[in-house]
């Protein structure tokens, strides 16, 4: 008896002290998809350059139609005990020659896709 409870304290303890021992490959930003327009003509500014403050070095370009698709910036971190995807947050930025830069804060949940649901809207400067 006094074995077993030996060997079950190694255990616990060896359990306990390597939690954190496992790196996992973390979003730390969300990833986006929406659609870029001008303020006046409600037509698609292409080529607009989006991405995320503190993480210029994720970013990408709207297509023909205004769209973007932009991945989540990822880091290393440990794992404790089950690696897991938490809320992802970020400062999206958009910014094309000739229009006033535009910012917003948007956050994800298990590093699921966020779609914006309004156009972000470009005004000329």
Not at 18 to 47: L, M, R
Not at 74 to 93: D, H, N, Q, S, V
Request: glycine letters at 12%.
């Amino acid at each position: 008896m006094k074995i077993h409870s030996s060997i079950s304290a190694v255990l616990l303890s060896i359990g306990i002290l390597c939690q954190g021992c496992v790196v996992f490959w973390y979003p730390t930003t969300p990833k986006v998809s929406g659609v870029v327009i001008d303020e006046n003509s409600n037509t698609p500014v292409i080529g607009a350059r989006v991405g995320m403050r503190d993480h210029e070095k994720i970013h990408s370009s709207t297509g023909r139609d205004g769209t973007f698709h932009l991945p989540p910036n990822r880091e290393w971190g440990p794992a404790f005990i089950i690696p897991f995807e938490g809320m992802t947050r970020g400062r999206l930025f958009v910014e094309a020659p000739g229009y006033i830069t535009v910012e917003r804060g948007v956050e994800s949940w298990g590093g699921s896709l966020l779609e914006l649901d309004e156009p972000i809207v470009l005004e000329k400067d």
